[in-house]
């Protein structure tokens, strides 16, 4: 083994980045050209998976309203209606979302907007 340089105690990097508020929170930008993995939207997954649980517990009879379930829930009966009409949107879409290929344009607020219910016309929007 032979001696180098002695290791510094301290190393600094330079990373060129900025820092943007979406939705309320804070995101990282690397510069044109860097890879940056994807990540998943953890409240469009949860707005998701809410979406069907709630729509299998109305159509089991558990509930037998959305006014009934969004009381339980304690949430808002017409949040509980736009949230349930994501159960409509086009399989390959809710793929897309779970399996992190949706861009990041897609975002929670985008989905609860009223989309159209053919599903050829949900991918052309």
Do not use: C
Request: proline share 7%; hydrophobic share 40%.
């Amino acid at each position: 083994m032979t001696r180098g340089a002695p290791i510094p105690d301290t190393v600094t990097l330079h990373v060129p980045f900025r820092i943007s508020k979406r939705g309320g929170r804070k995101e990282m930008h690397l510069p044109e050209g860097a890879t940056q993995s994807q990540r998943t939207d953890n409240t469009l997954v949860k707005a998701l998976a809410r979406a069907f649980r709630w729509k299998r517990m109305l159509e089991s009879g558990e509930f037998a309203t959305i006014a009934e379930l969004a009381e339980r829930e304690g949430i808002a009966p017409s949040y509980m209606t736009r949230v349930l009409r994501l159960t409509l949107l086009a399989p390959d879409i809710i793929e897309g979302i779970l399996d992190r290929k949706q861009g990041p344009e897609v975002t929670l607020a985008q989905v609860l907007e009223p989309f159209p219910m053919e599903w050829t016309e949900q991918r052309g929007s």
